[in-house]
C-alpha cells in the first residue's frame, strides 16, 4: 500500500508563495506519477500540474510560469511551488498517485487562500 499525507497549505497574500509537499511511504516503486489537483468551491477538480517517473512535467496553462513541480526520491517527496498566487488559486489542493496495479490514491488534501 501508498499512503500520502500533504502539507504547506494556509492564509497567503496575492502575489505571495506557498510550498505544497506530498510526502509517500509503503509501496512506492509502484508510483508512475504523481499529480497535484485542486478544487475550488462550486466547481470541478482540476489537475494543476504533475510529474512522473521520468521526470517529464505537465501543467495546466493557469499556472504556467507561475507554479513548479519538483520530487526529491531521497526524501520520497513531491512539492508543488506556487508563486505570484492569485485569489482565483484558492482552493483544497490535493495529491494524487497513479501507477502499477491500477493504484489511484488520493491525499487528504490542504487548504489554500489567496487574499488579502
Known amino acids: 500500500q501508498v499512503q500520502l499525507v500533504e502539507s504547506g497549505g494556509g492564509l497567503v497574500q496575492p502575489g505571495g508563495s506557498l510550498r505544497l509537499s506530498c510526502a509517500a511511504s509503503?509501496?512506492?516503486?509502484?508510483?508512475?506519477?504523481v499529480g497535484w489537483y485542486r478544487q475550488a468551491p462550486g466547481k470541478e477538480r482540476e489537475l494543476v500540474a504533475a510529474?512522473?517517473?521520468?521526470?517529464?512535467?505537465n501543467y495546466a496553462d493557469s499556472v504556467k510560469g507561475r507554479f513548479t513541480i519538483s520530487r526529491d526520491n531521497a526524501k520520497n517527496t513531491v512539492y508543488l511551488q506556487m508563486n505570484s498566487l492569485k485569489p482565483e488559486d484558492t482552493a483544497v489542493y490535493y495529491c494524487?498517485?497513479?501507477?502499477?496495479?491500477?493504484?489511484?490514491?488520493w491525499g487528504q488534501g490542504t487548504q489554500v487562500i489567496v487574499s488579502s
Open positions: 494524487n498517485a497513479k501507477g502499477w496495479g491500477k493504484l489511484d490514491l
Open positions: 510529474i512522473n517517473v521520468g521526470g517529464s512535467t
Open positions: 509503503g509501496s512506492i516503486a509502484s508510483i508512475l506519477s
